[in-house]
């Protein structure tokens, strides 16, 4: 096994404070691609993009983080379950890593509200799952009163030890690029990641590995878009069900996070971000969730209105993988079915239904 990536709390001994009495629950997160996306930096007329592709974690998201901390530590306590609210990404992380550990995982979701992808997984890695009459919101008002009064372990963002295995992300970002970017841009929902990226670079800086912050820009889908209407939405509408969130539980780290680092709050609508969506997996390879078009898509809507901040170097953080919510990829621009041509099983039917010559 010397030659594997060992997962983000082994990669990061030191900077997570782990001692060698603390439990390690793994499943090999962490170590993902950035990969550089020259079709979008000629879109967004910068000098260079990469795209950080966190759903090449184990669970598909960049929740595997942040769940191999809590779940650890929430194994140290001495937890037999965990809890977790979930638009579906949290869930399918909160329930393999809990198996991982010998642990029950109980998930609440907004009915209905969850791609398929995400809901299949927590079934798979046998969750208790309950889909909740209410959104996002009400399961995460919920799981914390089930923290409070029952013996159940919270493994939601507002869980410090979230914070802590997602601020590795920032860590990998620099020790790829050897600097920090000039501006980061990601989806913001329930605001974690954001603060987590935020925490990550303020401690590259407290260490000397950087000098200064990238932007950190953080971009919500329209129909729940809290930041940048300055408070909770009640009834948040998007196709994007991941960043389906009205009231962001890390509300006050965002704001410290977009402050310190002169970033900013931008919103995409939903066709926005489904055309990013599309732009991503034709025009640069890379199969991602509508809702990590977010980052990508705030910046384009910033560049159009001629207001993106000029720089050279820059991160966008897309994450969870296209495979989550595979439906939006069998549909056109105007929402219409894509279905294969079907077509006689010899070549000449083929080369025909492609319209090739002989050569
Ligand atoms: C793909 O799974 O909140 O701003 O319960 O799944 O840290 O909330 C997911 C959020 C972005 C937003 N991209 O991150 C959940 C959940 C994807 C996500 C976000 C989520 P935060």
């Known amino acids: 096994m010397a030659n594997q990536w060992r997962g983000v709390i082994r990669e990061y001994y030191d900077r997570l404070n782990w001692s060698d009495s603390d439990p390690v629950v793994t499943l090999g997160e962490g170590g993902t691609p950035l990969i550089d996306a020259p079709a979008l930096a000629t879109l967004l007329d910068v000098g260079e993009v990469y795209l950080k592709f966190e759903g090449m974690n184990p669970t598909g998201s960049f929740k595997?983080?942040?769940?191999?901390?809590?779940?650890?530590?929430?194994?140290?306590?001495?937890?037999?379950?965990?809890?977790?609210?979930?638009?579906?990404?949290?869930?399918?992380?909160?329930?393999?890593?809990?198996?991982?550990?010998?642990?029950?995982?109980?998930?609440?979701?907004?009915?209905?509200?969850?791609?398929?992808?995400?809901?299949?997984?927590?079934?798979?890695?046998?969750?208790?799952?309950?889909q909740v009459k209410g959104n996002f919101d009400d399961c995460l008002r919920i799981a914390r009163e089930l923290d409070e009064?029952?013996?159940?372990?919270?493994?939601?963002?507002?869980?410090?030890?979230?914070?802590?295995?997602?601020?590795?992300?920032?860590?990998?970002?620099?020790?790829?690029?050897?600097?920090?970017?000039?501006?980061?841009?990601?989806?913001?929902?329930?605001?974690?990641?954001?603060?987590?990226?935020?925490?990550?670079?303020?401690?590259?800086?407290?260490?000397?590995?950087?000098?200064?912050?990238?932007?950190?820009?953080?971009?919500?889908?329209?129909?729940?878009?809290?930041?940048?209407?300055?408070?909770?939405?009640?009834?948040?509408?998007?196709?994007?069900?991941?960043?389906?969130?009205?009231?962001?539980?890390?509300?006050?780290?965002?704001?410290?996070?977009?402050k310190e680092t002169e970033g900013n709050f931008a919103f995409a609508s939903d066709k926005e971000l489904l055309w990013m969506h599309r732009f991503l997996s034709q025009e640069c390879g890379v199969f991602v969730e509508p809702s990590s078009a977010a980052g990508a898509a705030g910046l384009l809507k910033h560049k159009k209105l001629g207001d993106l901040p000029k720089v050279d170097t820059v991160v966008i953080t897309v994450t969870g993988h296209g495979l989550k919510d595979p439906d939006w990829a069998l549909k056109d621009e105007k929402g219409r079915k894509i279905r294969p041509k079907r077509v006689n099983a010899n070549a000449a039917s083929v080369a025909s239904s492609l319209g090739l010559e002989k050569s």
């Not at 329930?95 to 998930?107: C, E, I, L």
């Not at 295995?165 to 605001?191: C, R, W, Y």
């Not at 670079?201 to 200064?212: A, D, F, H, P």
């Open 64 to 130: 595997d983080r942040g769940m191999t901390t809590a779940v650890s530590r929430a194994l140290g306590r001495g937890a037999k379950a965990v809890v977790a609210a979930s638009t579906g990404n949290t869930s399918a992380a909160a329930a393999a890593y809990a198996t991982k550990a010998g642990m029950q995982s109980v998930v609440l979701v907004p009915s209905g509200k969850i791609a398929y992808g995400k809901l299949s997984q927590a079934i798979a890695h046998k969750a208790q799952i309950l």
């Open 149 to 258: 009064k029952y013996p159940v372990f919270l493994v939601n963002s507002v869980n410090p030890d979230r914070l802590q295995g997602q601020k590795t992300a920032s860590f990998e970002i620099v020790d790829v690029l050897g600097k920090q970017p000039d501006l980061h841009a990601m989806p913001l929902g329930n605001a974690g990641n954001i603060s987590a990226y935020h925490l990550g670079y303020t401690e590259e800086i407290k260490e000397g590995r950087i000098s200064k912050f990238p932007k950190l820009w953080g971009v919500q889908a329209e129909g729940a878009a809290p930041f940048i209407k300055g408070a909770p939405v009640q009834k948040p509408e998007t196709i994007a069900t991941a960043i389906r969130i009205g009231n962001p539980a890390s509300w006050d780290l965002a704001q410290q996070a977009k």
